[in-house]
């Protein structure tokens, strides 16, 4: 069974790319989108990444992070979130939070996928 | 590109489109509530928000020039949000403006699949200058690696626990998930594509029902006839679940109206408070669609014709700011929406000399009109009341199109209007179209679908009655109903159609009795079957243009029936004149109030033995002895208190077989109009009477304006105006020189 | 497959051989029960019920300004898509699908005239016969049709 990996975006267009290239490459996707769904959906399950926008209603990413980190079954598992060049500063609170690593928007299939391949190899 | 794959991409595009024109509707709606001022602290972040994911979205599929326009805006939008600049109404112009840039490169996406190649750089300069001094961000990221791990960084920290600094905002952020998730928890994003194939799906099923509840109809095997039964009720539920899901709220099509009211009242100098009500009333979406452009127009209408400008507002002891109201609420299976607004009301003066200098109407019905007939003629073709064309309701669409396309989903719209308090407009719109119930009737041979919205009554005539009820005025089928006149239609006539010979030889007459904007007739068909939910699916192109089809449904016995277009069968058959004279009728129960009792000159012409016209019009009666009668010209004149009279024999206007033989003396009915005068000769003089007139403006025959019962028996109005235009077209053409 | 040959479906008309690009072809069907359209331009025969769908059904031999069919031959129907949705063109007889080379190709000869010179594509000059290859698009638009049924109407 492949591995699985949620995806938390606000915007249903990026929720379908990422999931659509990481199931193309044989990665079960759970999506949720705003940082309140994911944290009420993983309280339930557990997934081997999640990989998180960071401004979205709600629940922002950063917020997602920290609030993952706090719970037992999420101490490890890796975070990514998707920053953007006009917020340079998160990327340094995403990892004060303890997210894994970024990747910067706007990013391609190829980009997505070396980086989740370095973290969860399939 | 940056998707490879041509079918993902194209999905991802539309995602984005549907994502961002929501967003953009967002993003003006909060705009405006920064310009009043009503902003929440988190109002700035949400429309940073929105143009925040356009750009991380663009740029991740490709689409780097909305991608590179979005980062214009989201950089002042970002300087707005932490507070570095003030939001000032100039920037709230220019960002309005870049909103609809955006908008504009969308649509062109949408329609070409291109992002066009129109050049916004004046805007974005224009927002650029305002950020002030403020640096722009670098467009692209200055780092050249775009992901990364924290681990492999030279200061790696641990992952942490909250720092204690922020706990209070995290749980501030978390009372507010908690009161806004519920939305998200439960509802899910569903492809439009995707319910109108469940739409279609349930149609199939609700017809494979049909099939089967009719067959087992013939059954007496109890298994059968319970599962039936079930399937029965449960394709009714389904059909009624499915019909739910694809209901919006009308809000969905308001939510643009803010910005419209706001940009149109700036344009004209005006003040207007706009209120809405009922916005989550809710509408199948294909018909949600079909007002939008309608209400659009109203609502651009009430504010350049109705609110007035506040220096006439505070003249007129009003507030300055005038106010628009939009209410939406479901009543009796229909959906009701009303526009009002506290203007200047419709001026009844203006209203009809315009329609007079339009020709739209004569001389003679403007007088009669009552001041609601008046408020109609706005719905006339090539009516406006603008002095000028302005380009805000000025753009060659007028309240007929409104109308019109109101109509055509079935729809109704009323006006109301009082001098300096306003104007409301009231529309009555149905639930749905796909699946309508209808009755099903046989003429000729071939079954077709009535929409049950049009049918009135079932009129069944035998044996004597359907000999004798149908009467002839001039040729055209009459039926009396409770004393009105029932102008008849033959369905097999119509669309002429072949009767069969059993058809030919019942001596039954089946009349379907059906109303058509505010109009009734009656219409004759060989047999009347069943009513049934039917589903209402399209007609091809080649059959568009066939006006009394509304499209075709499949019957249970899988066959295809055509379904009816009451309104256009109505005016192929000539009952219901075309859209000129539509707007000027009433609806019946309003026609029987409207009644009023008039005394009226009874008289023959010839073979009409009766005419009537009311006495208001008649200025005297007269005897001339024949060698009185003069000629001048090719007219018969009689000298008449020191004027010449020109005589108009009547019966020459109506359409009969012979002329009338003249007498002497000849009986002469004088009427004036503007102190100009014309003799009508009639045959006799019969009687004056005073009744409750209920007319019926049947199918147009000569000289007649329609026909009443009078004293029992059906006599014909003449049409005065239009005989004396037959004989004298510049009686009202010419100035009214001999006016005093 | 070589890149200049082309797959037709074939059918017969009045003693002549057509063809269609099987791309343009939805399905082939024997005789439908047919409703019929009063007021409708003649070249429409009427309705047919494709699987709930509603697909208008054109008379091909009145398109194309043949001989009417003798009555009590029932037509078969070849459905194409068009951009309008699916249409039925009524044919006598439905042939097979052939594959045929490019090559042998040629535009409509100039001696073909009236209606059949917009609506045929040009001519395959095969061993046995010549196919004439219809051009769906135009042969369904009966917007110039219909205009001139109203003409002739009044």
Not at chain 1, 42 to 54: G, H, P, Q, T
Not at chain 2, 69 to 82: C, K
Not at chain 2, 623 to 652: C, M, N, T
Not at chain 2, 695 to 723: E, F, H
Request: aromatic letters at 4%.
């Amino acid at each position: 069974m492949g591995k699985s990996i949620m995806s938390v975006d606000d915007s249903s267009t990026m929720r379908r790319m990422v999931s659509f290239t990481l199931k193309s490459a044989g990665y079960d996707v759970i999506e949720a989108s705003d940082g309140a769904e994911a944290l009420n959906l993983l309280k339930s399950r557990a997934v081997d990444l999640v990989i998180s926008d960071i401004n979205m209603p709600n629940l922002d990413g950063i917020e997602l992070t920290r609030k993952l980190r706090s719970l037992p079954s999420f101490i490890r598992t890796p975070i990514i979130l998707l920053t953007t060049e006009s917020d340079p500063g998160k990327k340094a609170e995403g990892r004060a939070a303890g997210a894994t690593g970024w990747i910067v928007k706007p990013f391609n299939q190829e980009q997505l996928l070396a980086v989740v391949a370095k973290v969860v190899p399939n | 590109m940056a998707i490879n794959n041509e079918a993902l991409q194209q999905q991802l595009i539309n995602d984005l489109l549907i994502e961002s024109f929501d967003g953009l509707d967002r993003f003006d709606r909060e705009m405006l509530t920064l310009e009043k001022g009503e902003g929440q602290p988190d109002t700035l972040n949400i429309v940073f928000r929105v143009i925040h994911t356009i750009k991380g979205t663009a740029g991740c599929i490709g689409l780097g020039k909305i991608e590179s326009v979005a980062h214009v805006g989201e950089s002042l939008l970002s300087l707005l949000r932490d507070d570095k600049l003030k939001l000032s109404p100039p920037m709230i112009t220019a960002l309005l403006e870049y909103s609809d840039a955006l908008k504009d490169m969308l649509r062109c996406l949408e329609k070409t699949g291109h992002q066009g190649d129109k050049d916004y750089s004046a805007l974005l300069e224009k927002l650029k200058n305002l950020q002030a001094g403020e640096p722009l961000p670098a467009e692209k990221p200055a780092e050249e690696q775009c992901w990364g791990l924290f681990e492999d960084e030279p200061v790696a920290t641990a992952p942490a626990t909250p720092a204690p600094a922020v706990v209070e905002k995290t749980i501030v952020v978390d009372a507010a998930a908690r009161a806004t998730t519920s939305v998200s928890d439960t509802a899910i994003r569903v492809d439009v594509g995707q319910l109108d194939k469940l739409m279609n799906l349930v149609g199939e099923l609700v017809l494979a029902r049909n099939q089967i509840v009719q067959f087992t109809g013939k059954s007496t095997e109890p298994t059968l006839l319970n599962a039936a039964q079930r399937l029965n009720i449960l394709t009714t539920e389904l059909q009624e679940s499915v019909m739910k899901t694809r209901m919006q709220p009308i809000g969905n099509i308001w939510a643009k109206f803010p910005r419209i009211v706001r940009d149109v009242s700036q344009e004209l100098g005006k003040q207007i408070k706009l209120v809405m009500e009922g916005q989550e009333t809710e509408l199948d979406r294909t018909i949600i669609e079909a007002i939008k452009d309608p209400l659009t127009h109203i609502i651009r209408n009430s504010i350049d014709h109705g609110v007035e400008k506040p220096e006439v507002r505070t003249a007129a002891n009003k507030p300055a700011e005038g106010l628009l109201i939009l209410r939406a609420f479901h009543e009796g299976g229909q959906v009701n929406i009303e526009i009002m607004d506290d203007g200047q009301g419709i001026n009844v003066a203006r209203v009809k000399q315009k329609a007079l200098e339009k020709n739209l109407i004569t001389p003679d019905q403007a007088a009669g009109f009552s001041d609601r007939e008046v408020f109609n003629l706005i719905f006339l073709p090539g009516f406006s009341t603008a002095e000028k064309v302005t380009n805000v309701s000025g753009r060659g669409v007028g309240m007929d199109v409104v109308k019109t396309n109101i109509e055509k989903i079935g729809g109704s719209v009323d006006i109301f209007s009082e001098a300096g308090q306003g104007t409301t407009l009231k529309i009555k719109i149905p639930l749905t179209l796909a699946i309508i119930p209808a009755l099903i009737v046989t003429s000729g041979g071939e079954r077709f679908a009535i929409p049950q919205v049009n049918l009135l009554e079932l009129v069944r005539l035998e044996g004597e009655q359907a000999r004798k009820g149908i009467e002839l005025l001039y040729g055209a089928p009459v039926y009396r109903l409770r004393g009105h006149l029932l102008p008849l239609v033959y369905l097999n006539r119509e669309l002429k159609l072949e009767q069969s010979a059993d058809e030919k030889n019942s001596g039954d007459v089946q009349i379907v009795v059906l109303q058509a904007d505010g109009r009734q007739f009656g219409m004759v068909v060989n047999e009347i079957n069943d009513t049934e939910e039917i589903v209402v699916k399209p007609l091809g192109k080649q059959l568009k243009g066939i006006s009394c089809f509304a499209g075709a449904t499949i019957m249970g016995d899988g066959k295809v029936a055509l379904i009816l277009d009451v309104l256009g069968l109505a005016q192929l058959a000539k009952v219901i004149s075309e859209t000129r004279d539509r707007a000027l009728t009433e609806k019946p129960e309003e026609q029987t109030r409207a009644d009023d009792r008039q005394t009226l000159l009874l008289f023959n012409a010839g073979e009409n033995s009766r005419l009537a016209i009311p006495l208001s019009m008649v200025a005297r009666l007269e005897e001339f002895p024949l060698k009185d009668i003069e000629r001048a010209g090719d007219q018969d004149v009689v000298q008449y208190r020191g004027q010449i009279l020109p005589l108009i024999q009547i019966s020459q206007f109506l359409s009969q077989a012979e002329p009338a033989a003249q007498q002497d003396p000849m009986q002469v009915v004088v009427y004036s109009e503007a102190g100009r005068s014309v003799g009508l000769v009639v045959t006799k003089i019969n009687d004056i009477v005073e009744e409750t007139l209920a007319i019926k403006r049947d199918a147009p025959r000569r000289g007649i304006a329609g026909s009443a019962v009078i004293q029992d028996k059906v006599t014909d109005l003449l049409d005065v105006p239009g005989i004396i235009r037959a004989a004298d077209p510049d009686f009202y053409r010419e100035p009214k020189k001999e006016n005093p | 497959m070589s890149q200049t040959s082309k797959q037709y479906c074939t059918f017969f008309l009045n003693g002549l051989f057509f063809g269609v690009e099987v791309l343009n072809v939805q399905e082939v069907l024997r005789y439908q029960q047919m409703t019929h359209v009063p007021l409708a331009p003649a070249t429409v025969q009427g309705l047919i019920n494709l699987r709930g769908q509603i697909v208008t059904a054109i008379d091909l031999r009145h398109r194309l300004e043949l001989p009417a069919r003798v009555s009590g031959e029932l037509p078969m129907n070849v459905v194409v898509r068009s951009e309008d949705g699916a249409i039925s063109l009524l044919v006598d007889e439905i042939g097979d699908v052939v594959e045929i080379e490019d090559d042998v190709f040629e535009a409509p000869p100039e001696t073909l005239r009236g209606v059949a010179r917009d609506l045929i594509k040009g001519v395959y000059k095969l061993k046995e016969r010549l196919l004439l290859v219809l051009d769906t698009e135009r042969t369904v638009n009966l917007s110039g049709v219909t205009a001139l049924a109203k003409e002739q109407n009044n």
